[in-house]
């Protein structure tokens, strides 16, 4: 992985003094809330419901275990002893004082952390497939150019100050596990017919308010023309951007106010204008970065002869392991979705064990997935019974990755001011709900994302099953949503009919779950296949029976 140069050192540690002056500023009154507030969204801290929130990069995904085992200390010594794994694969710590963030800024440079362009204006923590480097079927590891993106959008002059915030991911594989089509821009890494490196580029995807697909705009860019290319994009998004308001601000309402064809040649023209100057990359600095990502040395192991005598083990066998470019290794799925559990959390002690079964089984790599589990990419087959039972002891055993019980959620109105509705109570009664392995393994892969507003963090618009919290009457009421997807087949969930009050979404969920468990044609159709082969209106009839009766 990445290491920090002397420049990166210098920059995040500087950034730390400056940041410490600021609250030494606020907590004296010096200034006010409304003039800390720019200051503090440029360090990843928000004012939450009850407390302040520190939210840390974790750049593409990848950490090693001392940065894991920091995450930990700082649960324990700063927080109430977890944190929140989230959608953009950073943490969130959610109640920690503001007179200790310096201090926990500090620890975090200590291991090469930072929680700078987590939040505001600006190009976020660019995110990646969580398979990367490790993935059978990748064409290449796509976080070296998430790495250059990441080198060159830090503080970039130019583009601090957008109009509003803006996301990338990268994939290199032809399934994507970056969900890079509802981003600002999406990249998928590919070769042309000549074997050259290169990317197709997608523009103005999103959720939120205006969930939009992003288009493309690019077959094939060339490697080196990925700065060029990337700076034209948002300067013009940064000149013609709306700024009167903040929910019509994103490039995806420039995409769709302008016309794909329009941009097109707005972004072309900017681009010629910087292609084949200082922007360009050469061939030696590609390399260099790629050399961090170099696959580890995976000496030869016997693959392990596994039993069913523990259908735990098998379950977790099937689910949480995925193929990886070596027949002897695979790559783990930690799951964070336990039975009754609140997605995305892991305690001080379960961060350490993490990091520990990393260093002795996983060669010292963590990724963070944007589906807020863990993964460990690199596995030897013969180390997977141990790794089990280390995971088991550690209380993150859970064999559901994929299945309806690995839920995404925000953390919704229990933690968020901007929240309708909570997502955290509702995911624990569907986990609960629908937590016997047997019937998981019936209904098959199915997503269900939750949301509690309509700024989207929790994915809603693209889950298989979506549920959206909205306020009615000084009441809460979730949306529901069908169809969504955030793989390479990307779509928007269709919204089924009212909404269903907080005691009746579980049973609503189980409505349609069991209208698809009927109507699906075997057991090899999936439920996202079958919603498309079916449509909305059979989901429909089950839900408002009153309805259908009257048609």
Request: hydrophobic residues 40%; glycine residues 8%; proline residues 4%.
């Amino acid at each position: 992985m990445y290491r920090y140069d002397e420049f990166d050192h210098d920059f995040v540690r500087e950034r730390v003094a400056q940041f410490t002056d600021q609250v030494e500023r606020r907590l004296s009154g010096e200034i006010t809330e409304d003039q800390f507030k720019p200051l503090r969204l440029m360090n990843g801290v928000y004012l939450q419901l009850h407390a302040y929130m520190l939210r840390i990069a974790v750049p593409y995904g990848t950490m090693n275990a001392r940065q894991m085992r920091m995450l930990a200390h700082i649960a324990r010594k700063y927080d109430r002893g977890y944190g929140h794994f989230t959608t953009r694969q950073n943490i969130q710590f959610n109640w920690p004082k503001l007179e200790d963030i310096p201090a926990i800024l500090s620890d975090l440079a200590e291991v090469e952390m930072h929680a700078i362009q987590t939040s505001g204006n600006c190009i976020r923590n660019v995110t990646a497939d969580h398979f990367s480097g490790a993935a059978a079927d990748e064409v290449a590891d796509p976080r070296p150019y998430a790495e250059i993106l990441r080198q060159w959008s830090s503080i970039h002059p130019e583009f601090s100050f957008l109009p509003r915030k803006f996301k990338i991911a990268v994939t290199g594989a032809e399934r994507d596990r970056a969900a890079i089509q509802v981003h600002d821009i999406g990249l998928h890494l590919k070769k042309n017919d000549a074997g050259a490196l290169g990317f197709a580029v997608y523009v103005g995807g999103g959720q939120g308010r205006t969930p939009m697909i992003a288009r493309k705009v690019r077959d094939f860019l060339p490697e080196a023309d990925l700065l060029a290319y990337a700076t034209a994009i948002l300067r013009v998004y940064n000149l013609n951007g709306r700024r009167d308001n903040k929910y019509k601000a994103r490039i995806k309402i420039l995409v769709h106010e302008t016309g794909l064809e329009a941009l097109k040649t707005d972004i072309e023209r900017e681009f010629e204008a910087l292609k084949g100057g200082e922007l360009t990359l050469p061939d030696g600095d590609i390399e260099a970065i790629r050399r961090y990502f170099a696959l580890p040395e995976l000496p030869a192991r016997e693959r392990d002869r596994f039993d069913t005598a523990d259908s735990g083990y098998l379950d977790w066998l099937t689910r949480n392991t995925a193929a990886h470019k070596r027949d002897d290794y695979a790559m783990v799925t930690i799951s964070l979705k336990p039975i009754g559990g609140i997605p995305g959390d892991a305690t001080d002690a379960q961060m350490e064990a993490v990091a520990d079964i990393a260093e002795r089984y996983g060669f010292d790599e963590i990724r963070v997935s944007h589906e807020q589990n863990l993964v460990l990419p690199h596995v030897a087959r013969a180390d997977l019974r141990a790794v089990y039972a280390a995971l088991k002891e550690a209380g993150l055993e859970t064999g559901n990755a994929g299945l309806i019980t690995d839920i995404i959620a925000c953390p919704g109105l229990d933690y968020c001011a901007l929240a309708n509705a909570r997502s955290i109570p509702l995911a624990q009664q569907l986990s609960e709900r629908f937590g016997n392995p047997a019937r998981q393994a019936e209904i098959g892969e199915l997503k269900i994302k939750i949301s509690g507003c309509i700024n989207a963090c929790g994915h809603h618009h693209v889950g298989h099953i979506g549920l959206l919290g909205v306020e009615k009457k000084g009441a809460e009421l979730y949306q529901i949503t069908l169809g969504g997807s955030a793989d390479e087949n990307t779509s928007i969930g269709e919204i089924v009919g009212r909404g269903f009050e907080p005691e009746k979404v579980t049973d609503a969920v189980e409505t349609i779950v069991d209208t698809y468990l009927h109507l699906r044609t075997d057991r090899s159709e999936t439920f996202i296949e079958a919603y498309r082969r079916l449509g909305a209106q059979p989901f429909k009839d089950a839900l408002y029976p009153e309805k259908a009766r009257a048609a």
